[in-house]
């Protein structure tokens, strides 16, 4: 299992940007699919952003596209979240997560992933 700590969360305005970090430890990082889900308080935790082992390819949630950029540096076994123009909806918990076995991403979000951070708290004010 790879073990995962995110960082970077906090308070922002609305239209503010805010960057998070996932670092890895464990395992070869360059063998996961990396994802960013989050859960606003009352919901269901929801899928973010992911992306490829090899960082190429990435999929966002429609609530995100242009707004969030997902990357990875598999040299630094990290993976970020860059989230420009937020909204006050986009408060929530992140969780950085990581899948195994996966072929694609696409496939990715539709089963469980293997491994979670313990999240980081994103406050968007008015």
């Known amino acids: 299992q790879v073990q995962l700590v995110e960082s970077g969360g906090g308070l922002v305005q609305a239209g503010g940007s805010l960057r998070l970090s996932c670092t890895a430890s464990g395992r070869t990082f360059s063998d996961y699919i990396m994802g960013w889900f989050r859960q606003a308080p009352g919901k269901e935790r929801e899928f973010v952003a992911g992306i490829n082992r090899r960082g190429a390819v990435t999929r966002y949630a429609d609530s995100v596209k242009g707004r969030f950029t997902i990357s990875r540096d598999n040299a630094k076994s990290t993976v970020s979240l860059q989230m420009s123009s937020l909204k006050p909806e986009d408060t929530a918990v992140y969780y950085c997560?990581?899948?195994?076995?996966?072929?694609?991403?696409?496939?990715?979000?539709?089963?469980?992933?293997?491994?979670w951070g313990q999240g980081t708290q994103v406050t968007v004010s008015s």
């Open positions: 997560a990581a899948a195994l076995l996966a072929q694609t991403v696409a496939v990715a979000t539709m089963r469980p992933w293997d491994s």
